[in-house]
């Protein structure tokens, strides 16, 4: 499996997570007209660990996690649904920001999440 599937997997999989936000976790782009809340995630940042072989011995990720929302109350919601499924993974969040898209008019949480393989 991808990392990509795997952080998909592991959010799918939390009852808290699904509560919020049913299947509408995807990467790279939502489609238009989505109920919502819904999370978004894309990588960003890929870093290859090498063997002395020159063998690839283990892959970190960094993706960028988006709570999107109609109100900020309900994307900070999310944002902590998924917070506590990385830290029970422990994953190491990088940074937590928020944000607003006026052409839709939604909120947003967005997380920056380092992952290892």
Same mark, same amino acid.
């Given at each position: 499996m991808s990392l990509d599937t795997d952080l998909r997997a592991a959010l799918a999989a939390n009852a808290g997570v699904i509560a919020l936000v049913g299947a509408n976790i995807v990467s790279d782009r939502m489609e238009e007209g989505v109920a919502r809340p819904f999370i978004v995630f894309t990588r960003s940042a890929t870093e290859y660990q090498y063997a002395l072989d020159g063998s690839i011995h283990g892959e970190r990720a960094v993706f960028d996690v988006q709570c999107w929302a109609d109100t900020r109350a309900s994307a900070e919601a !999310? =944002?902590? =649904?998924? *917070? &506590? !499924? *990385? =830290? &029970?993974?422990?994953? &190491? !969040? *990088?940074?937590?920001?928020?944000?607003?898209?006026p052409e839709l008019d939604l909120e947003a949480t967005l997380l920056s999440v380092e992952w290892w393989d």
């Open positions: !999310v =944002a902590n =649904a998924v *917070l &506590a !499924v *990385l =830290a &029970a993974d422990k994953r &190491a !969040v *990088l940074s937590k920001t928020s944000g607003y898209d």
